[in-house]
């Protein structure tokens, strides 16, 4: 079982570039999310989505943008890379919106210079 | 507001050591779901358990055991007879049962467990 699959692993940005970070799950779950782990505190919300075609903002949304045109993906854009971005990212997913607990991916590590 | 607190930043015990680690939170709503994450090394958060607001029953799995105390908005997590494996990164999370998909962690508490 695959789970949740994120790519790449790790990247580095210049200030100012753009990339994609790829989530797949293979669970059929209707419910995804991104978070960030920044050193030492605990994961954040940034977006998250309840079904394709539809997702909402989190705790910390601005610099990212998010499509969810499948059940299977749900990427992760940062269009304007910035210092503040460094972060681990996570994406997650769960097969409905009842208080049950996540699958989380491996995480992408992502430092901007 | 939503709010959990691992005051515990890191800890070092010895194999066969018991540890706990605390977490307490801050809500306003009467219903909630508390969670316990493990992050070993390789990076990816793995679920260990999940309580609901109505439920104080402590409850243990293996060398596993939580307590929920309402009273003192506590959701501690105790290793019994730890083991080098149980070295990670430990995060206690709040869940409002009226907004599943907002989930609130805490900081985090690395667990080092020394041979």
């Known amino acids: 079982n695959a789970g949740v699959t994120q790519t790449p692993k790790f990247r580095i940005l210049k200030i100012g570039q753009s990339m994609t970070l790829q989530c797949t799950q293979d669970m059929n779950h209707n419910y995804m999310y991104w978070y960030r782990q920044d050193p030492g505190m605990g994961l954040k919300l940034i977006y998250y989505s309840v079904g394709a075609g539809i997702t909402d903002k989190g705790e910390v949304p601005n610099g990212y943008n998010v499509s969810r045109s499948t059940t299977e993906d749900f990427p992760l854009r940062l269009e304007l890379a910035a210092p503040s971005q460094t972060s681990v990212y996570f994406c997650?997913?769960?097969?409905?919106?009842?208080?049950?607990?996540?699958?989380f991916g491996s995480g992408t590590r992502l430092t901007v210079v | 507001a939503q709010k959990v607190t691992q005051a515990q930043t890191e800890i070092s015990v010895v194999e066969k050591e018991d540890v706990t680690l605390d977490c307490v939170y801050e809500?306003?709503?009467?219903?909630?779901?508390l969670f316990w994450y493990k992050q070993p090394p390789s990076g990816e958060l793995v679920f260990l358990i999940r309580?609901?607001?109505?439920?104080?029953q402590n409850e243990i799995s293996g060398r596993y055991s939580w307590n929920f105390q309402k009273s003192t908005s506590s959701f501690n997590f105790t290793i019994t007879a730890s083991q080098v494996v149980d070295s990670a990164v430990y995060f206690c999370a709040l869940s409002p049962i009226y907004n599943f998909n907002k989930f609130y962690f805490g900081s985090g508490t690395k667990l080092n467990v020394k041979p």
């Open positions: 309580r609901n607001s109505f439920d104080e």
């Open positions: 809500t306003r709503d009467t219903t909630y779901y």
């Open positions: 997650a997913s769960k097969i409905s919106s009842q208080g049950i607990g996540y699958t």
